[in-house]
């Protein structure tokens, strides 16, 4: 596969340049190119890779001043893959940092912070990235369009993301047939997706989690009742709310809130749940079809968007939230952005042209954002 330019080379280099020696995280699920970066990182500072998917190379990072003198005194920087699947990672990393001030660069497809409460005693000494299945401006930046093709260029990344996703294997390998696109990205699923999260959580039943994605795949825009997925999947609330959790958390899964204010009650209670990954939720309901002779063509252009707002704002470390409004009466917003300000925009998505109705009950910028305008209005959102 071709070696793509990402977001996170700039912040990379920019924090290797620096005096700054907090712990270099990266995060983001399996297989969106974290490991191809850190290989990269790696070959230009002729350092090694240590993945913690490995016992040995976890027996090299005890929290033992003797044995991390030694690992300090053979490399100029510390790079590991995996970092989650090591129990003492964060006491190792603070040790590191207080000890031995040098630069450590770490991925993970799911974030230590939800692993124990020690990653609280890192607090000030690290920082955190995103390597996330590529964003349309990863793909503009990889791709020689003239601007006089920029029209025909968003049409084609819209319609190709909306049924195979963005994870790069997928996206750049040209040569593979929509059979070996579909069955890549079912490999995925089953390998990384499930299995991986079912393993690192110590998760009892695969099926279910597989079970609980597929409905939540089949709500594209609607708001994800846990009560009743528990109860059409014969299981509690509680599990399936701890499933979902783990699933947010790995970057399978975009939360997306309601808007509460005290201007005005709104009705709903509930989560709108969207994927980073679209190919991802086309392989669990099993439907590659072009977007045109689907029945679901409003919620997969709403995941888009969504998804791509979502990369945007980790990728830029955008201080903004995001959420859906409803009021009683059924009036909605598709998507609420809220900065820090507390400023806010609005955005209806249509798959067609549509008008602004707004129905937001603060002061806020309304804007449609359709398929013909996405391109700029995710990229200058914030």
Request: one cysteine or more.
């Amino acid at each position: 596969m071709e070696l793509l330019k990402r977001s996170i080379e700039k912040q990379i280099e920019d924090y290797l340049q620096s005096e700054d020696y907090k712990t270099f995280y990266i995060w983001g699920p399996r297989r969106s190119g974290k490991t191809t970066i850190l290989k990269q990182v790696s070959k230009k500072l002729e350092v090694p890779v240590f993945n913690f998917d490995f016992l040995s190379d976890q027996e090299l990072f005890k929290p033992d001043r003797q044995v991390l003198e030694k690992l300090v005194a053979k490399v100029k920087v510390i790079l590991i893959d995996e970092v989650q699947n090591y129990p003492k990672a964060t006491v190792v990393l603070k040790l590191l940092y207080d000890e031995f001030k040098i630069k450590v660069i770490a991925t993970g497809s799911s974030e230590l912070r939800q692993k124990g409460e020690e990653f609280d005693s890192q607090a000030g000494r690290f920082v955190e990235h995103y390597c996330l299945p590529l964003s349309i401006n990863e793909i503009r930046l990889n791709s020689n369009i003239e601007i006089y093709n920029q029209n025909v260029f968003e049409e084609s990344i819209l319609e190709k993301i909306q049924v195979f996703g963005s994870y790069p294997e997928v996206y750049v390998e040209n040569t593979l047939s929509v059979e070996n696109k579909i069955e890549l990205l079912e490999n995925i699923v089953d390998t990384y997706v499930l299995k991986d999260v079912i393993d690192i959580y110590q998760l009892k039943d695969g099926k279910l989690a597989k079970d609980i994605l597929t409905k939540i795949a089949l709500q594209l825009g609607s708001e994800v009742s846990i009560r009743e997925i528990a109860s059409s999947l014969g299981s509690n609330g509680t599990t399936v709310a701890n499933y979902i959790e783990i699933f947010v958390k790995n970057y399978i899964l975009i939360p997306l809130p309601s808007f509460k204010t005290n201007v005005r009650k709104a009705v709903s209670e509930n989560r709108k749940l969207y994927f980073y990954d679209l190919g991802i939720r086309n392989a669990l309901v099993k439907d590659f079809r072009e977007t045109k002779l689907r029945p679901d063509k409003g919620g997969l252009f709403e995941n888009f968007i969504i998804s791509e707002l979502e990369k945007r704002r980790r990728l830029a470390n955008a201080k903004v939230n995001m959420y859906f409004y409803r009021e009683y009466g059924g009036k909605e917003v598709d998507i609420v952005l809220e900065d820090y300000k507390k400023q806010y925009k609005t955005l209806e998505v249509k798959v067609g042209k549509g008008e602004v109705k707004n129905v937001f009950p603060l002061p806020n910028i309304p804007q449609v954002i359709n398929s013909e305008n996405y391109f700029p209005q995710i990229t200058d959102a914030f």
